[in-house]
C-alpha cells in the first residue's frame, strides 16, 4: 500500500551519522545520574518536575560540538533520550517512594532499585508499539510541544555554545546561593506574622530553584499555586484561630487544646490533611476530564497494534525493536514482579501492574502529544491505581502493614512506568523530526532508566537522613498523599472531614474555572514555597509583555527558561554535595546562621531575580531566534 506525502527528517533515512557512540553514551549517563538527582529534589521540594530535554541537547551540543568537536546531531539526540529517560525515573519514584521512609519503613537500596529499574523498563516497552500509531501516524495531528521544541534546539546546534553558557551561569549562580545556605551563612527563608490578624502569616524561600521553576511554568500556573497559598495562610488558619479562641477542647487529630495552636500546628494539624483531600481530588478530576482521551487511546492502540505493517524492509528512521521481543520483555518482567520477595505484591499486584501500566502508558504518551509533559495528570493516574488496588488487597485479607507497602509499590512501579512514558514519547517525537533511528533511541532509553534506577534510592536515602523527607526542607506532598491515602483506607484512621473538606474545596476550585490540582498543590505547601514560584512567573510576564514581536517574546521565553533550569540544577546538585558532607558532619546544619537578618536573604533573591530578568531580556536580543 502507498503511503501519501511521507515526511522528511532533518537527516534522511537515506544518510547515516554516529549516534550511539561510547561519548554520546558516557555523557549521556552522566546527565542522567546528575538531572535525576536535580529532578528528585526538586519533586521532593514543590511536587513538580521539569523536563530536561532542551537543556541536556544545549549542554551535549557544548560538550560534543565545543570540546570533541564532534558534529553529529544524532549523537546529541541520544544524550538527551538518556537524560529525560533518566530524570523520568527520578519524577515516577519520588512521587511515591519516599511515603514508605515516611511510614518509618526505610526501604532497602535493592527493593527501591527494583521499583525504578522494572517500572522504567515497562514504561519504555510499552511505549514502543505506540511510536507509529502516535509519532508517525499522527505527526500532523499530535505536536508533542517539548519534544518539538528539543528538534528546534537541536537543529540550531550552531547556537549551543552561547546557549550552554547561560545555563552554566544559571547553574553556578544557583549553586553559589545554596552554598551560602549550605554553610549557614544567611537564612533561606523569612517571614513574618499578619499584626492584628491571628493566625496568619507570610513568607518566602528565598532560593533559587523556586524561581527557576516559576519562570518556566509561567504566570498563569504560578499564580494559581499562589492562590492556594493564601487561601490556606491567610483565609483557612486565620479563620480556624478566630473560632477557637480560648476553646479547652482538642479536636481530632490534635491532641494538644486547640487554642494553644499556633498557625504552623494548625497547618500539621488540619491544613495538610485538607490539602490532601484537595490534591487526591485534583488528581483524579484532571483523570476524568481526559476520560475521553483515555478510551479513544486505548481504542486506537488496540487497531493499530492489530493493523500495523511489518512486511517489507523498513528504513532506517523506522526501525523499532522487535515486538516479540518487547513482548517477551513485558511478560518476563510483570512474571519477576509476580513472584520475587523483594516487593511481595503476589500476582494481584503485578496483573494490576500489567492493565494500568499499559492503560495508562498509553494515555500519558498521547496525552503529552498534545499539552505536553507538565500537564500530564501523573498524580491522578497514579491515585487512582493505588486506590483501586489497596481496596482490592483489603477485600482479598491482604491488609496492615504487609498490604500497605504493596499496594504502595504497585502504585510506584506504573506512577514511573507513565512518568518515564511521557518523557519518552517527546524524545521518540524530536528523534522523528531530526531524523534519529528509533530502535538506537530506545536502546538509549533503557541505559538512562538504568544509570538512574540503581542510583534513586541512594539519593532518597541521603536526602532523608539529612534533610528530612515529609520535612520544612523537603516537604514531599505526592508522596505524603500516598501515604495518607494507603494508610486510610488499610486503617480506617484518617480524619475523613477534613478530607472532604478538602474534596469539597477542590470541586469549588474546578468550577471557577481553574486548574483544581495546581491550586490544591499550592493550598498544601507552605505560603513560602509558592511565592517565590510566583516571582519567577512575574518576572517571565515582564520579560515577554515588552517584547516587540512574538520571535522575540519566544526567543526570551526559551533563554529565560534555560537560565532557569541552570539556577534549579545548581541548587539542586550542591543539595545533594551539601547532604554528602553532612553526613560525615563536614558540615554542621544546625550551627547558628552567621548573618541572621531578614534583609540578606531578601537582597540575594532580589539579585537572583534581577538576574533572572536580565538574562531572558539581554541575551534574547543578541541572539537570533531557534525557532
Same mark, same amino acid.
Given at each position: ?349 503485578? +496483573? ?60 510506584? /512501579?506504573?506512577?514511573?512506568? +507513565?512518568?518515564?512514558?511521557?518523557? +519518552? ?112 512567573? /512575574? ?89
Amino acid at each position: 500500500m502507498k503511503r501519501e506525502s511521507k515526511f522528511v527528517p532533518y537527516i534522511p533515512a537515506s544518510r547515516s551519522l554516529p549516534e550511539i557512540t561510547i561519548v554520546s553514551v558516557i555523557l549521556g549517563v552522566v546527565l542522567a545520574i546528575v538531572f535525576g538527582a536535580a529532578n528528585a529534589y526538586l519533586g521532593l521540594k514543590i511536587g513538580l518536575t521539569v523536563t530536561a530535554s532542551i537543556p541536556a541537547a544545549v549542554i551535549s551540543m557544548a560538550i560534543l560540538r565545543g570540546i570533541f568537536r564532534r558534529e553529529s546531531i544524532l549523537e546529541n539526540n541520544i544524550v538527551q533520550t538518556m537524560t529525560t529517560a533518566g530524570e523520568a525515573v527520578a519524577a515516577g519514584a519520588i512521587f511515591t517512594i519516599p511515603a514508605l521512609y515516611l511510614m518509618k519503613l526505610t526501604p532497602s537500596q535493592g527493593m527501591v532499585a527494583f521499583i525504578a529499574l522494572t517500572g522504567g523498563f515497562l514504561g519504555v516497552f510499552m511505549m514502543i508499539p505506540l511510536r507509529r500509531l502516535l509519532i508517525v501516524n499522527e505527526h500532523e495531528t499530535l505536536p508533542y510541544p517539548e519534544g518539538t521544541a528539543c528538534a528546534e534546539v537541536l537543529k540550531s546546534g550552531e547556537q549551543g555554545g552561547s546557549s550552554a553558557a547561560l545555563i552554566f551561569a544559571g547553574f553556578a549562580i544557583g549553586g553559589l546561593v545554596k552554598v551560602f545556605d549550605g554553610l549557614r551563612w544567611i537564612k533561606n527563608s523569612v517571614g513574618t506574622a499578619i499584626a492584628g490578624y491571628k493566625g496568619a502569616t507570610v513568607g518566602m524561600d528565598v532560593m533559587p530553584s523556586l524561581l527557576g521553576v516559576g519562570y518556566i511554568i509561567g504566570p498563569r500556573i504560578a499564580g494559581q499555586m499562589m492562590a492556594g497559598g493564601l487561601f490556606a495562610s491567610v483565609v483557612f488558619i486565620p479563620m480556624i484561630s478566630f473560632f477557637t479562641t480560648g476553646s479547652p477542647t482538642s479536636f481530632f487529630p490534635a491532641i494538644e487544646p486547640i487554642s494553644t495552636i499556633d498557625a504552623g500546628g494548625i497547618y500539621s494539624n488540619y491544613i495538610r490533611y485538607i490539602g490532601a483531600g484537595a490534591v487526591a481530588t485534583g488528581g483524579l478530576i484532571t483523570l476524568l476530564k481526559t476520560l475521553p482521551l483515555l478510551i479513544k487511546s486505548v481504542r486506537d492502540t488496540i487497531v493499530s497494534l492489530r493493523t500495523q505493517d511489518q512486511q517489507g524492509t523498513l528504513e532506517r528512521t523506522d526501525q523499532d525493536l522487535s515486538y516479540k521481543y518487547i513482548g517477551i520483555g513485558v511478560l518476563v518482567l510483570i512474571l519477576i514482579i509476580a513472584f520475587t520477595p523483594v516487593t511481595n505484591v503476589g500476582v494481584l499486584g503485578a +496483573i494490576a501492574i500489567a492493565i494500568f501500566g499499559f492503560l495508562f502508558v498509553a494515555v500519558a504518551s498521547r496525552i503529552v502529544g498534545i499539552v505536553g509533559s507538565s500537564s500530564m495528570p501523573v498524580s491522578g493516574m497514579t491515585i487512582a491505581t493505588l486506590l483501586i488496588v489497596t481496596i482490592l488487597y483489603k477485600a482479598t485479607g491482604f491488609s496492615g502493614t504487609e498490604g500497605s507497602v504493596a499496594a504502595l509499590v504497585v502504585a510506584a /512501579i506504573v506512577c514511573v512506568a +507513565i512518568a518515564v512514558a511521557g518523557d +519518552i514519547s517527546q524524545d521518540l517525537k524530536t528523534g522523528y523530526l531530526v531524523g534519529g533511528t528509533p530502535w538506537k533511541q530506545q536502546i538509549a532509553m533503557m541505559i538512562g532508566v538504568l544509570a538512574s534506577g540503581l542510583l534513586i534510592g541512594y539519593v532518597l536515602t541521603l536526602f532523608d537522613s539529612t534533610y528530612g523527607l515529609g520535612g520544612t526542607e523537603l516537604p514531599a506532598v505526592k508522596a505524603v498523599l500516598m501515604r495518607i491515602i494507603v494508610e486510610g483506607i488499610m486503617g480506617g484512621n484518617l480524619p475523613w472531614d477534613l478530607i472532604f473538606m478538602g474534596i469539597g474545596l477542590a470541586i469549588t476550585i474546578e468550577f471557577l474555572g481553574l486548574n483544581s490540582l495546581t491550586v490544591a498543590v499550592g493550598f498544601y505547601l507552605p505560603l513560602s514555597i509558592s511565592s517565590p514560584i510566583m516571582v519567577g512567573g /512575574i518576572i517571565r510576564w515582564l520579560s515577554e509583555a515588552f517584547a516587540k514581536d512574538e520571535k522575540i517574546r519566544r526567543r526570551r521565553e526559551e533563554v529565560g527558561t534555560l537560565f532557569a533550569s541552570g539556577l534549579i540544577a545548581g541548587e539542586a546538585l550542591i543539595s545533594v554535595v551539601i547532604a554528602l558532607l553532612i553526613v560525615p558532619k563536614v558540615i554542621d546544619p544546625d550551627k547558628p546562621i552567621a548573618f541572621d537578618n531578614n534583609w540578606m536573604p531578601i537582597t540575594v533573591f532580589a539579585l537572583l531575580a534581577i538576574s533572572l530578568l536580565w538574562a531572558a531580556t539581554r541575551f534574547s536580543s543578541k541572539e537570533k531566534p531557534t525557532t
